[in-house]
């Protein structure tokens, strides 16, 4: 039992560490309790460098901190799980929109975690820039003088 349980660990702790998307484990109050490996190539951190950090330090507006901090609380009375995108303040280089699946995690009922897989989307929102001006376009006219 004691080997199988070791080699179940084993493959758990290669495939977070092979992953490019980032794990985080955040406190109920957004301290971080756990980040991946891949943070060191996905924004320049050190992982073990940043438990106990205030989410906060991760956002490049204070608009998305605000958004964040609601969704937090909303989280904690509500249980429920979803995304969330944001400018992403990496290290040491130019931020870039990330999304996060977060799931909060129970025990007796009540939240003593919330784990977020974060994901960079830049290229995507990139590609879907020509999109919406197109959109815009239609709907609103180049030529109707708006």
């Known amino acids: 039992m004691e080997r199988k349980l070791k080699e179940s660990e084993e493959k758990y702790r290669l495939l977070v560490k092979s992953m490019k998307d980032v794990i985080i484990r955040l406190s109920p109050v957004g301290k971080l309790l756990y980040v991946s490996p891949s943070i060191k190539e996905f924004g320049g951190y050190d992982p073990e460098s940043e438990i106990g950090n ?44 990330v999304e996060h699946i977060y799931t909060p995690i129970l025990e007796n009922n009540k939240i003593t975690a919330i784990q977020l897989v974060l994901r960079d989307i830049s290229k995507r929102r ?15 006219g180049t030529e109707a003088g708006y």
């Open 54 to 97: 205030d989410m906060s330090k991760y956002f490049s507006s204070e608009t998305d901190i605000n958004r964040a901090v609601e969704l937090l609380a909303k989280v904690l009375t509500t249980h429920q799980c979803g995304t969330f995108e944001f400018l992403f303040k990496p290290k040491s280089k130019k931020p870039f929109y």
């Open 126 to 140: 990139l590609a879907e820039e020509p999109l919406q001006q197109s959109e815009a376009t239609i709907l609103f």
